[in-house]
């Protein structure tokens, strides 16, 4: 398979097309049809010349998620199930900033998106790692998400509508600005699989999408979370581009935390930490701590000690999230005065921290649970 045309920068484009001898202007129509107005195929992009149009297909591969399944309605949390080329599933979950009361639709919105298919971090309470990793996602596979979300969650003019424009008259060519028509303003790499062990796909797709020409989304909007992997951290440091950073702390004690995630066994607090510390102080940013609530595995009181030692010490603000049910996993979420007074207790210690009362929830917005819902129906008849 040819690589795929969302995989490429414009700087890319720019100089294929150079060698092709087509006019760089040929580049930022094709950009249009991609990542403005999200066409699906090459045919609707009616500006551009056949034979490019054809030397672009003989060059390239144009891959679409496909909807395999949508839970959820406009104005509340909407998850949605892909399936990629190769049959395997990955999931986005896009929610409303404000959901909409009196049924108009909200207009800010953040997508939660996958990196990888399934996540080889096995965290005990985590669906998306119970059938282990299979692959890591393309960078065309980590863009597609947020197109095919527009795509599929707005009404847009279709590809290939009105906007046709003679290819010897590129002046009336009038392109949308990037921003108009997105629904997708908040971008959150928290859905299936490990971000940074996906590293190069990972910033590859992150700089499409953040670009005025692609996603459009800005570096400040967008959040990559990570289980702790200490090193890629480090590595993140050094990348030019502002992206906000969460760690999934869940426990801070090493033994809470080798209780729960494996991964603490590789990279231990002390030197997820010193990472941390050296991010934060080579950015200038505020990194935030997730910590989910899990009854009787980090809920007690004097957890909230050691975690505001470390919240103050990395100048992090802690995001309390109570654990979402895992069918065939026995973990649960504590009681909600048990939420409140974990929360009133970090806060008392003088830590930034928010508790969040669940949106999605209901409908397995935790992530990889549609993703294993459907797989374990596919087992037992191989239709959805
Ligand atoms: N692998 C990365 C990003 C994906 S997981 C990471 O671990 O950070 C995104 C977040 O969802 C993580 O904080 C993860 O711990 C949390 N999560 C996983 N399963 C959950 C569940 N059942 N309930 C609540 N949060 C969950
Ligand atoms: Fe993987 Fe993150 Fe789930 Fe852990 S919490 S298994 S790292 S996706």
Not at 35 to 53: E, F, G, H, I, V
Request: glycine residues 6%.
């Amino acid at each position: 398979m040819p690589p795929d045309i969302k995989a490429l920068t414009r700087e890319e484009l720019e100089a294929r097309f150079k060698t092709w001898g087509e006019p760089a202007f040929r580049v930022a129509q094709l950009l249009d049809w991609l990542y403005a107005r999200r066409a699906t195929n090459w045919d609707a992009m009616s500006n551009l010349p056949k034979n490019l149009r054809a030397q672009l297909r003989e060059s390239f591969s144009l891959q679409i998620l496909e909807l395999a399944r949508k839970q959820g309605s406009p104005d509340t949390t909407q998850k949605f199930l892909w399936r990629l080329a190769d049959g395997a599933f990955i999931e986005s979950v896009l929610i409303p900033a404000n959901p909409a009361l009196y049924g108009e639709a909200s207009d800010r919105h953040t997508l939660c998106i996958s990196t990888q298919v399934g996540c080889a971090y096995g965290c005990k309470f985590c669906a998306s790692g119970l059938d282990g990793w299979k692959r890591n996602l393309g960078v065309h596979e980590i863009v597609e998400q947020v197109l095919a979300v527009e795509r599929a969650g707005c009404h847009l003019p279709v590809a290939g509508g009105q906007l046709e424009t003679a290819a010897s008259e590129p002046a009336i060519f009038n392109p949308q600005p990037a921003t108009a028509d997105r629904i997708v303003n908040n971008l959150v790499v928290m859905g299936m699989g490990e971000p940074l062990a996906n590293y190069d796909h990972l910033i590859a797709a992150l700089k499409i999408l953040n670009a005025p020409w692609g996603g459009g989304i800005g570096a400040r909007r967008i959040t990559i979370s990570t289980s702790g992997l200490a090193p890629q951290i480090r590595k993140l440091a050094v990348e030019p581009l502002q992206f906000r950073l969460a760690i999934s702390l869940h426990g801070a004690t090493d033994e809470v935390r080798n209780r729960i995630m494996p991964v603490n066994k590789k990279y231990p607090l002390t030197e997820l930490a010193a990472a941390c510390e050296d991010y934060q102080k080579l950015k200038g940013r505020m990194i935030t701590l997730e910590y989910i609530l899990i009854a009787g595995i980090n809920d007690a009181l004097e957890q909230t000690r050691p975690l505001a030692a470390l919240a103050k010490r990395l100048y992090a603000k802690v995001n309390l999230i109570p654990y979402n049910k895992v069918e065939d996993l026995p973990w649960v979420r504590p009681a909600e005065e048990v939420c409140e007074r974990f929360l009133t207790a970090l806060e008392k210690l003088g830590v930034t921290a928010t508790l969040r009362r669940e949106k999605g929830g209901d409908i397995d917005a935790a992530c990889g649970q549609l993703r294993l819902k459907t797989e374990r129906e596919l087992a037992k008849s191989p239709v959805i």
